[in-house]
């Protein structure tokens, strides 16, 4: 129903910066919650950041500051902008599309192929 499209992923050495995009197709909606997700080997994927359709926008602790999240609503595309890149942020990093109130660990939420990350030196 809803088809999610990462790229951008990279490697880069510590201090460097990545851009992320999603483009988002199907039956979504302008009211949909787009985020992003990462998972590095061996962890629970975790939280990064969300962007809501008001624009308002939430970061985990450990990216404010450094990571930005922006939406174009008209077409379904959702970025992460990543700086001052750190070796813990070496994750793949997916995309995430949800309804209002909707979980996004849940069936009802979408989720990308997701796409890979590496800081390095």
């Known amino acids: 129903q809803v088809q999610l499209v990462e790229s951008g992923g990279g490697s880069v050495q510590p201090g460097g910066s990545l851009s992320l995009s999603c483009v988002a197709s199907?039956?979504?909606?302008?009211?949909?919650?787009m985020g992003w997700y990462r998972q590095a080997p061996g962890k629970q994927r975790e939280f990064v950041a969300v962007g809501f359709s008001s624009g308002r926008a939430s970061y985990a602790d450990s990216v404010r500051g450094r990571f930005t999240i922006s939406r174009d609503n008209d077409k379904n595309t959702v970025a992460l902008q990543m700086n001052s890149l750190k070796p813990e942020d070496t994750a793949v990093y997916y995309c995430?599309?949800?309804?209002?109130?909707?979980?996004?660990?849940?069936?009802?939420?979408?989720w990308g192929q997701g796409t890979q990350v590496t800081v390095s030196s």
């Open positions: 199907g039956s979504i909606r302008s009211s949909d919650v």
């Open positions: 995430n599309v949800r309804a209002p109130g909707q979980p996004p660990f849940s069936q009802g939420a979408y």
